[in-house]
């Protein structure tokens, strides 16, 4: 994807009426869409259309959407919005922590959905550019203390077993690793891997990092917080 201006998105979304709104939506936006209703046919449709992004319902007629998400993150770091009447805060936790990149309960105004697709796209696209840049500076995978970070896979692994990190995690993980000692805002870290301005109270940045943490087990107290300013990854 070189421009967020004709991104390819695939609707994941039982709900006929609701997802033609949402295709006639980002069609009008000139978004290339596709819908598909059926959770085994989003897995298959995501592996072989390679969407920008997926906007994926929680409750799915074959399998449900966090499976759907899980299976799709073996082999995409697409963007996923997860749509669902499920707003409890430990349902959101669940589908981020297993790789979505954003939560929109129903129900929701189209606006919003634009607004949200918009931001994330803006965020894959910056990553991608940032990705490149970081090719060209710095070619191969990173190690550091045991853990191997492979950009081009999107993978990381400590002592070769795979940390599971989800997209937002992975990429905490290696602006870190590539910055050690460096001390990172939380408006900075806001606007560059998740894409949004910073709102004040808004513990995004927090909540990720201590996913992180607890990730890496012992190796998590090396990304350590600096009062009043954000975080960093200590040299030693």
């Known amino acids: 994807m070189t421009s967020t201006q004709g991104a390819s998105i695939l609707i ?16 009008a936006s000139n978004y290339e869409v596709q819908v598909c209703a059926d959770g085994l046919e989003a897995v298959d449709r995501i592996q072989r259309w390679q969407p920008d992004l997926v906007i994926l319902d929680w409750m799915l007629p074959g399998i449900d959407g966090i499976e759907v998400l899980r299976r799709t993150r073996q082999y995409s770091a697409a963007p996923v919005l997860m749509l669902t009447a499920r707003g409890e805060e430990a349902d959101r936790v669940i589908g981020l922590e297993m790789g979505a990149d954003d939560y929109l309960p129903k129900p929701f105004s189209m606006r919003e959905l634009v607004a949200r697709v918009r931001a994330l796209l803006r965020r894959a696209e910056r990553l991608a550019q940032m990705l490149a840049e970081d090719k060209l500076a710095a070619p191969g995978v990173l190690h550091w203390r045991g853990v191997t970070i492979d950009p ?38 806001l606007d560059t891997v998740w894409g949004q301005n910073f709102i004040e109270g808004d513990r995004s940045v927090d909540n990720a990092i201590l996913r992180l943490r607890k990730k890496l087990g012992p190796l998590g107290e090396w990304i350590e917080a600096v009062r009043g300013l954000g975080y960093r990854l200590r040299k030693k």
């Open 12 to 27: 994941v979304e039982d709900a006929a009426d609701l997802a033609e709104v949402i295709r006639r939506e980002l069609a």
């Open 152 to 189: 081009a896979g999107y993978t990381a692994e400590l002592e070769g077993d795979d940390l599971q990190l989800t997209r937002t995690e992975f990429d905490l993980l290696q602006l870190f690793a590539r910055n050690p000692g460096r001390v990172f805002t939380r408006e900075y870290l």
